[in-house]
């Protein structure tokens, strides 16, 4: 049972995929230095619109860490 599954809570792509791939928002918090309320956002509110500058560094923190993805995955 997937994480979100166990919660209840509804996931956007990037949340689902993160929870596919085990990584946790702490580490994408990490990885990008975006804000965890910001990273919350991303992962579970689909009416969450980030910025250019927010999808341009959350892709570009998945690129370095060898994770193959492009902005039109998540959005």
């Not at 996931?11 to 596919?20: F, I, M, P, Q, S």
């Amino acid at each position: 049972m997937a994480w979100s599954e166990h919660l209840g809570r509804e996931r956007t792509k990037l949340g689902a995929w993160l929870d596919r791939k085990g990584i946790s928002q702490a580490q994408l918090h990490k990885w990008s230095g975006v804000s965890r309320p910001t990273i919350t956002n991303l992962c579970g509110n689909a009416d969450y619109k980030p910025t250019g500058l927010v999808k341009r560094t959350i892709i570009g923190a998945l690129q370095r860490n060898d994770y193959e993805k492009e902005e039109h995955d998540f959005w």
